[in-house]
């Protein structure tokens, strides 16, 4: 199975900022990645697909980047809305396999 | 608009057997795969599996290969998941999320709203 490890686990940051939360795959996965944001009580919601290609509707202050094993997520001027947990996604190959899971706390 | 919706929450004994179900509305049934994540209380996600619409073809993880099944009934266009001996690591929000047969990304662009699973004796 692919392995997808995600730093950081948790993060702290204040409304404007930027930030980047990344996954390393344990083998090459090309750009079959994705990124979910996930607010409590709810399900996964997806933000960014192929590494980097944005999802309609999803605001531009998120972006993806990355292929072969290592990949980001980029959220620029962070917004009160945004404060969630982040998943990335690997769909290379089944079974498919998330990372860990980045907490994004205010400051 | 695409809308999932899955079964209400349930408790269940060690040992049984639970069946989830996922209707859905708002697209074209055949043109997207179904797939099972599950989210255990305060952890990450996990994939279970998934099923084509079309021919009901399977593919499970490794990790619940003889415990689970996953059918659709393309007449009332909703998908099923059933996972046998429940144990209580079983406990956990179950989602269906489908994927564009078509577009080769396998990303999950609409999700269910989750069903609560509860296993305790």
């Known amino acids: 199975d692919i392995q997808m490890t995600q730093s950081p686990s948790s993060l702290s940051a204040s409304v404007g900022d930027r930030v980047t939360i990344t996954c390393r795959a344990s083998?090459?996965?090309?750009?079959?990645v994705n990124w979910y944001q996930q607010i409590p009580g709810k399900a996964p919601n997806l933000l960014i697909y192929s590494a980097s290609k944005l999802q309609s509707g999803v605001p531009s202050r998120f972006s993806g980047s990355g292929s072969g094993t290592d990949f980001t997520l980029t959220i620029n001027s962070l917004r009160p809305e945004d404060f969630a947990t982040y998943f990335c996604?690997?769909?290379?190959?089944?079974?498919?396999?998330f990372g860990q899971g980045t907490k994004l706390a205010i400051k | 608009q695409v809308q999932l919706v899955q079964s209400g929450a349930e408790v269940k004994r060690p040992g049984a057997s639970v069946r989830v179900s996922c209707q859905t509305s708002?697209?074209?049934?055949?043109?997207?795969?179904m797939h099972w994540v599950r989210q255990a209380p305060g952890q990450g996600l996990e994939w279970m599996g998934s099923i084509i619409p079309n021919n009901g073809a399977t593919t499970y993880a490794q990790k619940f290969e003889g415990r689970v099944t996953m059918t659709r009934d393309k007449s009332i266009i909703t998908f099923y998941l059933e996972l046998n001996n429940l144990r209580s690591d079983d406990t956990a929000m179950y989602y269906c999320a489908r994927c564009d047969l078509y577009s080769g990304y396998g990303d999950f662009d609409f999700w269910g709203q989750g069903t609560e699973i509860t296993v305790s004796s």
């Open positions: 708002g697209y074209t049934f055949t043109g997207y795969s």
């Open positions: 996604q690997q769909s290379h190959s089944t079974p498919y396999t």
């Open positions: 083998q090459s996965i090309m750009n079959y």
